[in-house]
């Protein structure tokens, strides 16, 4: 059994093809985070017979399960990348909408820090920086 098929069980969604392909096609997409219609016309270059419909639904399916994390940056439709665990923050390119990730351990301490002083308890955040290219 292939990891796309544990990886479908273990989310506890049966496993189907239009699943396999889309969970193979988000996790050969590698740093790219990739929107609905991405997903639908990648498919459909590859000859995969499927509906912008279908794709709606299991990507909503997958983030349901955890297997996929959605963002809704400002410079676009809805993108999405396999949920691994580790967290990162993201730059967003307004120029070219490019999406880089990234970590940064100072960030994460001074964040944590502020929250402190204010007397709470971080329990998540999001933080997306918007940039473009020096010329």
């Given amino acids: 059994m292939?990891?796309?098929?544990r990886e479908l069980r273990k989310a506890g969604l049966k496993v189907t093809v239009p699943?396999?392909?889309?969970?193979?096609l988000l996790e050969e997409s590698g740093d790219r985070h990739m929107s609905a219609e991405d997903v639908y016309r990648q498919?459909?270059?590859t000859g995969d017979d499927v509906s912008i419909a279908t794709v709606y639904r299991v990507l909503t399916q997958f983030e349901s399960a955890g297997l996929i994390t959605r963002h809704n940056f400002d410079s676009g439709s809805a993108v999405y990348e396999i949920d691994r665990g580790e967290h990162h923050d993201h730059m967003v390119n307004v120029d070219t909408g490019k999406v880089i990730e990234f970590h940064?351990?100072?960030i994460e301490e001074l964040q944590r820090q502020i929250v402190e002083?204010?007397?709470y308890e971080l329990v998540g955040h999001s933080?997306?920086?918007?940039?473009?290219s020096k010329r």
Avoid: T
């Avoid at 933080?127 to 473009?132: G, P």
């Fill in 19 to 24: 699943r396999l392909k889309i969970l193979q």
């Fill in 117 to 119: 002083k204010h007397g």
């Fill in 43 to 45: 498919m459909l270059e």
């Fill in 104 to 106: 940064s351990p100072e």
């Fill in 127 to 132: 933080l997306v920086l918007y940039v473009k």
């Fill in 2 to 5: 292939n990891d796309e098929n």
